[in-house]
């Protein structure tokens, strides 16, 4: 039986299940829910924080970037994993949609496990006060690197400003 964590209300907001079942298959690029909150609380059968850096630096290695949902305290944010600046280890790029100074330094805290030092939080749009939608916003944020990604959407462009041609070739994706 697969594990579940939930941002939020359990009852109504998402787990790493549906998170990884919108955008698990779409996106080569993409870690699997889990992954984070698994390595940074280490149960006895889930990847510890060495194997999850491994497999980040192999799919940096193979696209340039990897795509990690990170959960919390009971709160979702995605992390875009790219080469540090100095090029000899990982830097990640977090989009929360609800940044707060506790959940910043325990984000901080779990990526210092993995060995990742370079760190950058930013808000690219944000939940309403007291919502439960940040399962919602980081399933948007890989969507997002996506299409950027995938040349779909450019440089500068907004998500609202993306041709319907984009859209169409995501939606059109059999794995989506």
């Known amino acids: 039986m697969r594990r579940e964590v939930t941002g939020g209300n359990i009852l109504c907001c998402l787990s790493n299940v549906d998170i990884d079942r919108v955008v698990g298959k779409f996106n080569a690029r993409y ?22 850096r491994k497999r980040l630096e192999q799919v940096v290695g193979k696209f340039g970037r990897a795509v ?11 992390a875009i ?23 910043a330094m ?11 030092t370079e760190i950058d939080i930013g808000c690219h749009g944000r939940q309403p006060y007291g ?11 890989v969507l997002r690197d996506q299409v950027h990604f995938d040349g ?20 059109a994706d059999p794995a989506f």
């Open 31 to 52: 870690i699997e829910a889990i992954a984070f909150f698994d390595a940074r609380t280490a149960p006895p059968d889930s990847p510890t924080p060495r194997q999850l």
């Open 68 to 78: 990690l949902p990170v959960h919390i305290r009971h709160h979702w944010t995605a």
């Open 152 to 171: 779909i959407m450019h440089e500068g462009q907004t998500t609202a400003e993306m041709s319907l041609a984009g859209w169409r070739k995501i939606m």
């Open 81 to 103: 994993i790219i080469p540090s600046t100095s090029g000899d280890n990982l830097a990640a790029l977090v989009v929360d949609s609800a940044p707060s100074l506790l959940t």
């Open 131 to 141: 919502s439960d939608e940040c399962g919602l916003f980081t399933i948007l944020t």
């Open 106 to 116: 325990d984000i901080r805290k779990g990526f210092g496990l993995l060995g990742i």
